[in-house]
């Protein structure tokens, strides 16, 4: 009698450039699958590195049937999956903080300057062991079948990625981490300098904001981000929330110039330019 042992778990971590800190999306899904029949034979034994290869081959094609762009393997992506992959190997610690530290932490220890990071864990465990290709595919299929590791594969704006796997001497248990990481210079940054005589608020995304005459404010965000011009007071209708009275998709890169116009204001967006010739407040985030 065979006995085979898979478990995953997945969580999203982001820096401190989003507007807030997202909160731990974190599941676990352990299945455990009998095999009978068969004499005992001599484990099989996976060439890890192929594995490592398989999957993100696997996960660059899913993406791309899911109309994604392909993420790239990333030096310092890998070597924080493998330090994670090796310690829960050595130690038999299971779960995204099993070492006392964040994906992220793990990440930015690694050298990897992030704006978001996204991982994906697992591990699997059989006594006759596993093929190479077969121990991708339960990994790679595992992911691809569990909601919350789907949404880290198919996320939008991540561009890296690093794979690791890892077995245990003591156990024989392959122990996974599947790492997705958008870096801090690929950053949403855009300006908006209001060259009118009001105060005019603001919202991106869900936050409000507001910007002072004769001032240029930054932000950054880890996406493109949807930002919406608020009416004046003496524009603002009975309806709550305010109408905007424009909206810009920020996609990176533009000014939004806030002008006077007749009984209010108008926007228009353009380049930022790579100086700024006014005074700015802290930038939003």
């Not at 352990?30 to 890890?48: F, S």
């Not at 993406?63 to 050595?90: G, I, S, W």
């Not at 929330?241 to 996609?251: D, E, G, L, M, S």
Request: some cysteine; overall charge negative; glycine content about 6%.
């Amino acid at each position: 009698m065979y006995r085979t042992c898979l478990c995953f778990g997945v969580i999203l971590l982001a820096s401190s450039l989003l507007a807030q800190d997202a909160p731990p999306d974190e599941s676990h899904e352990i299945v455990l699958v009998e095999e009978t029949g068969g004499e005992w034979e001599q484990a099989e034994q996976p060439k890890v590195a192929e594995v490592v290869k398989s999957i993100v081959d696997r996960t660059n094609a899913f993406r791309k049937e899911q109309k994604r762009k392909p993420v790239a393997a990333n030096v310092e992506l890998t070597q924080a999956a493998q330090a994670f992959a090796d310690y829960m190997a050595k130690t038999g610690r299971y779960g995204h903080t099993a070492d006392g530290q964040t994906p992220a932490a793990r990440a930015k220890a690694a050298g990897y300057d992030y704006c978001t990071v996204r991982e994906n864990i697992a591990y699997a465990f059989r006594s006759k062991g596993f093929s190479t290709e077969d121990l991708a595919e339960r990994f790679f299929t595992g992911w691809k079948e569990s909601p919350g590791h789907r949404r880290n594969m198919l996320a939008r704006w991540v561009a890296d990625t690093g794979v690791a796997i890892a077995k245990s001497e003591e156990t024989d248990t392959y122990f996974a981490v599947q790492l997705f990481g958008r870096p801090e210079s690929a950053a949403v940054a855009f300006e908006i300098a209001n060259r009118s005589k009001v105060t005019v608020e603001y919202r991106v995304g869900d936050r409000d904001y507001s910007v002072s005459p004769r001032v240029i404010r930054t932000h950054k965000s880890c996406t493109p981000v949807t930002v919406e011009f608020l009416p004046l007071a003496s524009q603002k209708e009975a309806s709550h929330p305010p109408r905007p009275i424009k909206t810009v998709k920020a996609t990176g890169g533009e000014r939004m110039t806030i002008e006077v116009a007749e009984g209010g204001y108008l926007v228009n967006v353009e380049d930022a330019p790579e100086t700024s010739d006014a005074p700015q407040p802290n930038a939003g985030r």
